[in-house]
């Protein structure tokens, strides 16, 4: 009997909207002669999974099955598309680990943490990974006070940007400490309880994608990213409406691709990641290392998707692809273990 598998999407943020994208991109790969595949639409408002014929069934939370044609349909393990909360902050991971669901994606303490930008910036420092100068504050902060704080303590330019969520979205880039700070402060609250601002580091921005298969942990080749000119920095529609360039594989030195393998191996290995994750770096070319900006334990999956076309770069199908990270998820379910 095949696997059953929910490919769960939606969330409760605006990055639902990616999620659904990157769904129909992993649904269109995942092989209906392995999986039987069942696309979960998690929001505010319900849990539904919708049939061929249009009939919209509700999802027991109880134990997160569904009845149809007479059936219970319980899931052998996730194959998790979602972007923002509650899936990519451990929320609903912490959920299936508590029905013994295992799912593609890193556990859920890794979620939360790699979630939170000031965490995930803390633990790498901590790792001796290098990480930007960085100033956190929350919505109860004096904002006369944060003003002052990040202008007599970071150097311009900085990114203001909310400290949990993705996609770029609530993010500014100011130039000058005589910029409205307070204006862009505000933007990342309406996102977030909580703000980072990040002094920003100059170099070559690249991405890395790294999963793990059976044979260990497996680097993707190095995509370099470029804004286009008239975009301020790599923002939600540079990275959604076309306005950037990706390189994949990138072209670089074999010194500086080696740097940036090691990294981005390390990085997995330290916040105990698993499934296929994307960690961003800016190269600083006078120190002559990378310098960690952020990890995605849910990387986009949409056509506009970085690590699609790296996968495509290895010359290995999304299919197969997609079928090694289900592979890896139900050798954890033991109940699956003589079969898969």
Not at 149 to 157: D, G, S
Not at 170 to 197: C, R, Y
Request: aromatic fraction near 10%; hydrophobic fraction near 40%; glycine fraction near 8%.
């Amino acid at each position: 009997m095949k696997p059953c598998i929910a490919l769960v999407t939606g969330g409760y943020s605006g990055e639902s909207v990616i999620s659904y994208r990157t769904a129909e991109t992993i649904s269109k790969h995942l092989d209906p002669e392995q999986y039987q595949v069942y696309k979960i639409n998690i929001r505010s408002d319900g849990w539904w999974y919708s049939t061929t014929e249009g009939e919209t069934l509700s999802v027991d939370k109880n134990d997160f099955t569904i009845q149809l044609g007479g059936k219970t349909i319980r899931f052998d393990a996730v194959f998790l598309a979602m972007h923002g909360t509650p899936g990519e902050d451990g929320k609903l991971l912490g959920y299936f680990d508590m029905l013994g669901i295992p799912y593609t994606c890193c556990p859920s303490a890794t979620a939360a943490i790699t979630f939170n930008k000031w965490y995930a910036t803390s633990i790498a420092r901590a790792a001796g990974i290098p990480v930007s100068n960085a100033q956190y504050f929350d919505i109860t902060s004096d904002r006369k006070k944060a003003v002052q704080a990040i202008r007599e303590n970071l150097t311009f330019p900085v990114f203001v940007k909310p400290n949990n969520g993705g996609s770029s979205i609530g993010m500014s880039k100011l130039l000058h400490p005589d910029e409205n700070i307070d204006a862009a402060l505000e933007l990342a609250f309406q996102e977030d309880t909580q703000v980072l601002v990040e002094e920003m580091i100059q170099g070559r921005e690249f991405t890395v994608g790294v999963y793990r298969n059976q044979k260990g942990v497996q680097v993707l080749p190095i995509t370099e990213v470029f804004a286009d000119a008239q975009q301020p920095f790599f923002d939600f529609v540079a990275k959604y409406q076309g306005k950037s360039t990706e390189v994949t594989p990138a072209t670089i030195a074999p010194a500086w691709a080696e740097k940036l393998q090691d990294m981005a191996r390390k990085i997995y290995l330290v916040f105990g990641c698993a499934g296929v994750v994307r960690i961003d770096f800016i190269y600083q070319e006078d120190a002559d290392t990378p310098v960690m900006l952020e990890v995605n334990t849910i990387p986009g999956q949409s056509s506009a998707s970085i690590i699609p076309q790296q996968v495509s770069a290895t010359g290995v199908s999304l299919q197969k692809f997609y079928s090694e990270l289900l592979e890896m998820t139900l050798f954890n379910n033991p109940h699956l273990r003589k079969t898969v």
